[in-house]
């Protein structure tokens, strides 16, 4: 039997989730809530439950086997970064992250951190992409219907599973 990873993006604006078995992508999903008049502990246990969901839809049973990676927030130095910090944001993603760990922890799940400099360091978006795509194909990316914040889900399990770098 191969190893489960699920990797997670997390993120208020779109959280992205992916699930490996082995070095096989099995299920991948981007996702929002609406955040229009909720207060973050509410809009928190939307996100969990909707992990909760694209968990079970993949096809995962518990197991104590199964290691979830959740990308750490950070401070980004960069004008987006800057305004993310200054409005609040960044605290409310650091709360979220705490939210659902302890959420999947209670579920009886291993956490474990990756912080984006060891994974992604500074590269963008796009080049990840790529990177996935040269690796998984272009025709896998489109049937597991990878997008929005799922890429970078999709390139945390992969760089756990030493796929790219």
């Not at 960069?78 to 709360?95: Q, R, T």
Request: hydrophobic share 40%; with cysteine; proline share 2%.
């Amino acid at each position: 039997m191969s190893k489960t990873i699920i990797a997670i993006d997390p993120g208020l604006a779109g959280t992205g989730i992916a699930i490996f078995a082995g070095n096989t992508l099995q299920y991948c999903k981007s996702f929002s809530v609406n955040k229009t008049g909720k207060t973050i502990v509410e809009r928190c246990e939307e996100y969990c439950c909707k992990i909760d969901d694209v968990i079970y839809n993949g096809g995962i049973l518990y197991s104590e086997d199964i290691v979830i990676y959740i990308e750490d927030p950070c401070y980004m130095g960069s004008g987006k970064g800057i305004v993310c910090a200054e409005s609040g944001g960044l605290v409310k993603l650091v709360f979220y992250v705490g939210y659902i760990s302890k959420h999947l922890i209670s579920s009886g799940y291993r956490i474990k951190p990756i912080s984006i400099q060891n994974w992604k360091g500074n590269l963008s978006k796009e080049i990840i992409k790529k990177r996935i795509k040269n690796v998984l194909s272009i025709d896998v990316c489109k049937n597991k219907k990878v997008s929005g914040h799922s890429w970078d889900a999709v390139g945390i399990a992969m760089y756990k599973l030493g796929l790219i770098i």
